[in-house]
């Protein structure tokens, strides 16, 4: 099963500074058939204005993803950790029993991110938070892992029964993925037009999959995918 959720139908939330959408139920915005897709809970599209962000705020409990598509978000937490995270990166953040942060984007341009939300194979734990470059050429004609919980060499560490990938392909290209049983995918272009399995997706669709043994992603246009991969 490949669902397409068209970015156009996502929930929307604009407050000046921050224009909002939700693939998943989020705030303001509910929609009881969209409440997450496995374990993952959030995902959350962001275009941040210069000069402004996220004041300290709480968090506990879960698993935080952050992949910035373009400017920077610099990250201060109650921990003490500070670090700005740019374009192409990823900084994850495992609240654990609590902690606070804030993120601002102090650059002079948007920042745009996706923020993703797991939640975490159990309760508790000391909080912590971390950033990694992950170079897009790296990335390019396949899958790789950003951040995980199964053990992925190289990927930033989450207490999660899930892996978060991205791939860059150039238009023609295709990358594989195989999906084991009782496990979900969601998918989403950052950009570029695709397919998967020959369901078409626009820049930002989201695409929820089960029950899919493999699937293959071809690019129409040069794209950039970010993919979850849970329980």
């Known amino acids: 099963m490949i669902e397409r959720r068209p970015f156009a139908q996502l929930g929307h939330a604009n407050h000046g500074w921050l224009n909002a959408r939700h693939h998943f139920s989020f705030a303001n915005w509910h929609d009881p058939a969209r409440m997450g897709w496995g374990d993952l809970r959030v995902w959350n ?7 402004s962000g996220f004041p300290p705020h709480p968090h506990a409990d879960m698993e935080i993803i952050t992949y910035v598509r373009s400017g920077a978000i610099t990250h201060q937490d109650s921990l003490g950790n500070t670090g700005r995270t740019a374009a192409g990166d990823v900084q ?15 650059e002079d ?11 975490p194979r159990t309760r508790g734990g000391t909080p912590s938070w971390g950033a990694k ?4 050429h790296d990335r390019s004609g396949r899958f790789v892992a950003l951040a995980s919980g199964l053990g992925d060499e190289g990927a930033l560490p989450i207490r999660a029964e899930a892996r978060v990938l991205g791939a860059t392909l150039k238009a023609g290209e295709t990358a594989d993925y195989s999906l084991p049983a009782g496990r979900h995918a969601y998918l989403v272009s950052a950009a570029g037009e ?4 020959g369901v078409a997706l626009g820049p930002r669709d989201g695409a ?18 970010v993919l979850v991969d849970s329980l």
Do not use: C
Request: hydrophobic content about 45%.
């Open 194 to 197: 695709i397919e998967v399995n």
């Open 109 to 119: 341009e948007t920042t745009t991110l996706f923020q993703l939300w797991i939640q």
């Open 133 to 136: 470059p992950f170079p897009r």
């Open 208 to 225: 929820a999959i089960r029950d899919e043994a493999a699937f293959t992603v071809t690019a129409v246009t040069d794209a950039e995918l």
């Open 92 to 106: 994850v953040m495992s609240a654990g029993t609590g902690i606070r942060h804030a993120e601002y984007n102090l």
């Open 45 to 51: 599209d962001d275009e941040i204005a210069p000069k």
